[in-house]
């Protein structure tokens, strides 16, 4: 029975919900105010609670592509069932856009929407060139928008979504390098399948390369201040400058492994700069 609970517990892979309720955390630190604290925490969790369900939906669908590419997870290694991860899926679901409704009208559509979209991402959306790395990055980049929304000021919530966007479609792109070899056996048509691995590497070097200049912005614009710089250039933008030379350098599945991880814990650097801009 413990060993069910834990695969429950991987299947809503863990770091990628903390990620997601940290963004939406972050972006109300940087809207404001903080006075209402029962709906800033419910937007939090339900934007956990959201990921936590495609997370699962996901690997419904992917149950079979897993068991090449990633077999550790719970339901190649029949920790799980595709049916019991797919209830998992629809109460989280269900707990996300329902609590939603608690915060205000536009948080509602939110979470409906891309509840919806990632969703589809994974029925159908996931095995398509470009599309479905678009959707996923639109997805986590409207976490900081969620986080704006929930108390009704979004202005500053657009860079931090700007870089989410970028980082998530660089990273995305670099997993489906990783991911060929059992997408291919399941005619999945990923950019780099459809297209090529160099294509594959030239639009994610585009998209880190894109992020790394538009994170210089903010601080001339004076939207943050010196320690958001400091941190997004000797944090951030050094691990994706290491990123790219190595997506060229090391062309091989387990680097692509690697830095797919490292932009990952990239992600709660850029975090961090964000959150330090605000108070500097």
């Not at 590419?69 to 920790?79: A, E, Q, S, W, Y």
Request: glycine share 6%; net charge positive.
């Amino acid at each position: 029975m413990l060993e069910k609970w834990r695969g429950f517990f991987l299947l809503s892979r863990p770091v990628n919900v903390f990620i997601s309720f940290l963004s939406v955390f972050v972006a109300i630190v940087i809207c404001g105010p903080l006075d209402d604290w029962p709906r800033i925490l419910l937007a939090c969790f339900t934007a956990a609670f959201i990921t936590a369900a495609a997370n699962a939906i996901n690997d419904v669908y992917d149950v079979e592509i897993d068991r090449i590419n990633r077999p550790f997870r719970p339901l190649p290694r029949g920790v799980l069932t595709p049916r019991e991860a797919l209830v998992f899926s629809i109460f989280f679901f269900f707990l996300g856009v329902s609590g939603s409704a608690f915060i205000n009208a536009a948080a509602f559509v939110i979470a409906v929407v891309f509840s919806a979209l990632l969703y589809l991402y994974s029925a159908t959306l996931k095995r398509l060139p470009l599309i479905g790395n678009f959707t996923v990055s639109l997805a986590t980049a409207f976490a900081f928008v969620y986080g704006g929304v929930a108390v009704g000021h979004v202005r500053n919530a657009v860079f931090p979504a700007i870089f989410a966007f970028l980082m998530h479609f660089g990273r995305e792109i670099i997993k489906d390098m990783e991911d060929v070899e059992g997408d291919r056996r399941h005619d999945a048509q990923t950019l780099p399948i459809r297209y090529g691995m160099y294509t594959a590497k030239i639009f994610a070097t585009v998209m880190l390369g894109a992020l790394i200049g538009i994170t210089q912005i903010p601080y001339f614009m004076a939207v943050y201040g010196k320690w958001y710089l400091l941190v997004v250039n000797l944090g951030v933008n050094t691990v994706l400058l290491f990123a790219i030379v190595s997506l060229w350098r090391r062309p091989t599945q387990s680097n692509f492994r690697l830095l797919s991880a490292l932009l990952k814990a990239d992600m709660v650097l850029g975090l961090i700069a964000i959150y330090a801009g605000r108070w500097s």
